[in-house]
């Protein structure tokens, strides 16, 4: 699990497992994102499986799933208002971390500047230039 910061309450990751929520919990992380559907890939736990461990470590676990490629606006939407409603910091995962990095980042379109969200979201090694513009 490598643990790439978007801004301070928001940090994306790929994949994690049942092993690492508890360290996710020692960094200090509130509210998990999941946003990978289940069974995407062989042997990838499942969000209720995470959602489990989370939920008996005291974390909040949201779980919405999008296809990377067909992000709606009905999920930028969505996301937004987990975003605003989660306790932060917020810990969000998919399978290399671009949806959840993605979601951000449109759901911030309306606030930041454009080059202030490609900058944040190169630095934490996700390539966006392409989607915001």
Not at 18 to 41: M, V, W, Y
Not at 82 to 97: H, V
Not at 98 to 105: D, E, G, H, I, N
Request: proline share 3%.
């Amino acid at each position: 699990m490598k643990l790439n910061k978007v801004i301070e309450e928001y940090i994306v990751s790929d994949q994690i497992n049942a092993q690492d929520i508890s360290l996710l919990k020692q960094h200090g992380f509130k509210t998990i994102f999941c946003n990978r559907p289940d069974s995407e890939e062989m042997n990838q736990p499942t969000a209720e499986e995470l959602q489990k461990v989370a939920d008996s470590l005291g974390l909040k676990f949201v779980h919405q799933p999008v296809i990377g490629n067909a992000i709606s606006q009905k999920d930028v939407d969505e996301f937004k208002n987990y975003y605003e409603n989660a306790e932060k910091p917020i810990f969000a995962y998919c399978r290399t971390g671009t949806r959840s990095t993605m979601l951000w980042a449109l759901s911030e379109s309306s606030k930041r500047e454009r080059s202030e969200i490609i900058n944040l979201t190169s630095a934490a090694g996700y390539d966006l230039s392409h989607l915001i513009k």
